[in-house]
């Protein structure tokens, strides 16, 4: 299943079998996959008692590299993630999200 909005973006969901979710989008010559994993358990270190502990990964290309200066970018997902889910729905667990673009 492929949708497209608008002529220049293509979006396919549930692309990865093995994530709780996911979806390609592409536009023009850029692609990005996104897959989230979670709730689920998590390290004693990352347990937080009263809601799920966010966690996001942004890579930059199919060879598995991590973009270092993307810290600010994860940040900034992170806290929208956290007011997006209801985490006080799900303490004690861990909520993955990883991007890679393309």
């Not at 994530?19 to 990005?32: E, F, L, M, N, Y």
């Not at 940040?75 to 909520?95: C, D, E, H, M, V």
Request: aromatic share 6%.
């Amino acid at each position: 299943y492929q949708r497209r909005v608008r002529g220049q973006l293509t979006i396919r969901p549930s692309i990865l079998s093995r994530a709780d979710g996911s979806c390609q989008v592409v536009a023009g010559k850029t692609a990005v996959q996104s897959a989230i994993y979670g709730p689920k358990g998590t390290t004693r270190s990352k347990e937080n008692i009263d809601q799920a502990h966010f966690s996001t990964t942004l890579v930059q290309d199919s060879g598995g590299r991590k973009v270092f200066s993307s810290t600010n970018i994860e940040n900034f997902i992170n806290k929208t993630l956290q007011s997006a889910i209801l985490g006080s729905f799900y303490p004690r667990t861990g909520i993955e999200l990883t991007i890679q673009t393309q």
